[in-house]
């Protein structure tokens, strides 16, 4: 791949000339360009969908064929959007507040339906109190659906936290995206294209944004997760069962949610990293900050102008005021 430039106007400095408000795209060519020199994510392009290197074309085909039930449970996001953290505040909820044991991963426990495959979703999965635990990045396309009693817990993130967490996650898996040495001027133009894993976040955003009002679907945003963590666990237990979890949540002086609070923390979390993801030995660490409006360490100020134009192109107003300031600011 090369980057060539489409519109737009360069910079008049070098450190700038990435990050000036002109759209790039990716193209399969052999000329030379000021940019072919640049180092790529090695992705896997399966019929234009980029898989991270050496996940399955298989069991992605194979994911996308699974035929949902009426007792499954998908957590939803786009890569870095607080999957991890909302898939242990429900696993929490659902096990009594009991933590996974610190030889327990929670890839294999809570499986990725496009890494492992419909087969493996269909009889590995776990199943927790009557729940089989899927976890997809997949978009709303290719989601299996199941329009009646599975439910999907979708959360979303601001961009520019997203792309900031994105590059660190590239970067700290060497094996599957040979980008170790990559820089974030690289992959911002990759990430604003749609030419990374699970493809344009705007449209992912989108067209599951367009769902949030169906009766089997929990809308959650990340920031205000953050913000209020116990409303956070609270969505969570009211849309796993109205019924059942929030009144044992809140028994006994609130004990279960105490629980959940605390094994859920981010503090807690970094105690135990492979629990999470495989070996990042010499890597930023899979759980790393977590925050809300720190896109600023790397993000300048023309690239955060370029990323809220395009959510002022792909929402409208009163979409971006739901989602909340990050995405209007």
């Known amino acids: ?134 976890k997809t990045h997949l978009p709303y396309e290719f989601t299996p659906k199941n329009d009646s009693k599975a439910k999907y817990i979708f959360v979303a993130r601001n961009p520019k936290d997203c792309v900031v967490s994105f590059y660190h996650h590239t970067v700290g898996f060497p094996r599957h995206y040979d980008f170790a040495e990559g820089t974030f001027d690289t992959y911002f133009n990759l990430f604003l294209n749609g030419k990374v894993d699970s493809g344009d976040y705007f449209d992912f955003l989108r067209k599951w944004l367009d769902r949030k009002d169906d009766p089997n679907m929990l809308f959650l945003k990340y920031e205000e997760g953050r ?35 605390e094994h859920s923390s981010l503090e807690a979390m970094k105690q135990h990293p492979r629990r999470w993801c495989s070996d990042r030995t010499g890597y930023k660490p899979f759980i790393r900050k977590g925050s809300t409006g720190g896109w600023d360490e790397l993000l300048t100020e023309e690239q955060a102008e370029l990323i809220q134009k395009r959510l002022d192109e792909v929402f409208a107003k009163e979409e971006l005021e739901f989602l909340g300031e990050q995405y209007h600011s």
Not at 42 to 57: R, S
Not at 228 to 257: C, G
């Open 1 to 134: 791949y090369n980057l060539t430039k489409e519109s737009g106007k360069l910079g008049t400095s070098p450190k700038t000339a990435f990050r000036q408000n002109s759209k790039y795209s990716m193209v399969d060519d052999h000329h030379h360009t000021p940019y072919n020199r640049e180092k790529l994510p090695a992705y896997t392009d399966h019929d234009g969908f980029l898989l991270p290197k050496g996940f399955p074309v298989e069991s992605f085909e194979s994911g996308k064929t699974y035929q949902a039930q009426d007792n499954d449970l998908f957590i939803v996001t786009y890569p870095k959007c607080g999957t991890t953290w909302t898939q242990h505040i429900t696993y929490l909820i659902l096990n009594n507040g009991v933590p996974l044991s610190p030889d327990q991963r929670l890839d294999v426990v809570w499986p990725h339906l496009e890494e492992v495959g419909a087969d493996f979703i269909a009889d590995k999965a776990t199943v927790l109190e009557n729940h089989r635990l899927i």
């Open 227 to 261: 913000k209020d963590t116990r409303k956070y666990i609270l969505q969570i237990a009211e849309f796993l069962d109205n019924d059942v979890y929030p009144a044992r949540l809140l028994a006994d002086d609130e004990k279960i949610l105490k629980l959940v609070l």
